[in-house]
């Protein structure tokens, strides 16, 4: 019995731990993020699931899964896991409201991000940083409180500030931009899509996997939660809009 709480098989146990939790991930890592989304498969629009296919084969990539859900209704977001199988998830409100040209510049970015595999980093990383503050996210969820949130916070700063400086570095969000404009047609859509989502408020922001999933997107909805207090300045979309134009 006391072999169970012997300290010195405490570092081999967690390092198998860590082990396990990251194989999890890089299994099922996009499954984990659908579930957070309650995503539905899409089988009622062959014109979207159609297109979807013929951009994937203009960009030499496999079949893409294509989603959307009720939850996250304001927002497009792309995920994958580094051997899991790559998704895309439209915000219900985003499908219903935008148009299909200003949805095909933002499926079209979300391949590109599959393809450069940032969408299997930001999915990873984000589900390790979930892991690692589960007790912050789940008091925050819980609290009702502003003050409280307002000191849980202070956990999240270094989290944010490392996803910020790996993630929102303005000259390559810049490039990516440009790369999104270049393709025949899609740089008007694309502007008018990143306005709009731009000025709609975000989802299920007490959730605890509501700010993981908002991190795979290309531009953030409105927030008054976290990022206000975290003081973290992300690329406007007026920058991202004039260095395209």
Known sequence: MGLLFDLHYGLPFGLLLALFIFFII??????????????????????LINQVQNLCCHNELPEIKLYWSNVFVNNFYYTNS?????????GSNVYKTFTRKELNSLIYASLLKLKSNEAKHRTVAGLIF??????????????????????????????YFLKSKLYENEDLVFSFDQKVGKMDGLKKDYISALFKVNHLPACSERSIGGMLVNEL?????????VFNYLLIEHVSVDARVKALK
């Open 82 to 90: 580094y051997f899991g199988k790559p998704s895309l998830i439209i």
């Open 130 to 159: 979930l892991i690692l503050y589960s007790p912050v996210y789940i008091l925050r969820s819980l609290s009702g409180n502003k003050s409280t949130k307002s000191v849980l916070n202070i956990f999240l700063y270094p989290a």
């Open 26 to 47: 890089s299994f099922w890592g996009e499954k984990i993020i659908l579930i957070f989304a309650k995503a539905r498969y899409i089988t009622d629009d062959a014109i």
């Open 217 to 225: 997107s290309h531009v953030k909805n409105q927030t008054k939660d």
